[in-house]
């Protein structure tokens, strides 16, 4: 069985920060491309960045400068340090860990005051 735990959500004042974590309970997991996403309500989940099993990452167009995506394997870890933090950077933040098949967290919410 795999199990992805999100945590670090909460509410943050515009301009500041958060960083979420995800846990991941898998085996070899230096073998996965690592990955978060979006979801706002009425809206369809999208990509906001990605780091693979090489360490090579990419950000959405909308984050960039702004988040630093990374991953510490010794600790089955994956992290998305936000700054900067604008009203639509809100949503459920979704953990994905992918190579032959992929596998998804429940989600941690993300709300922007102003």
């Known amino acids: 069985q795999v199990q992805l735990v999100e945590s670090g959500g909460g509410l943050v004042p515009a301009g500041g920060s958060l960083r979420l974590s995800c846990v991941a309970s898998i085996i070899h997991f230096d073998l996965y491309g690592t990955r978060w996403y979006r979801q706002a309500p009425g809206r369809e989940r999208v990509l906001v960045a990605s780091i693979d099993l090489n360490g090579t990452v990419a950000y959405a167009d909308s984050v960039l400068g702004r988040f630093v995506i990374s991953r510490d394997n010794a600790k089955n870890s994956l992290y998305l340090q936000m700054s900067s933090l604008k009203a639509e950077d809100q949503g459920v933040y979704f953990c994905?860990?992918?190579?032959?098949?992929?596998?998804w967290g429940q989600g941690t919410q993300v709300t922007v005051s102003s």
């Open positions: 994905n860990v992918y190579r032959h098949t992929e596998f």
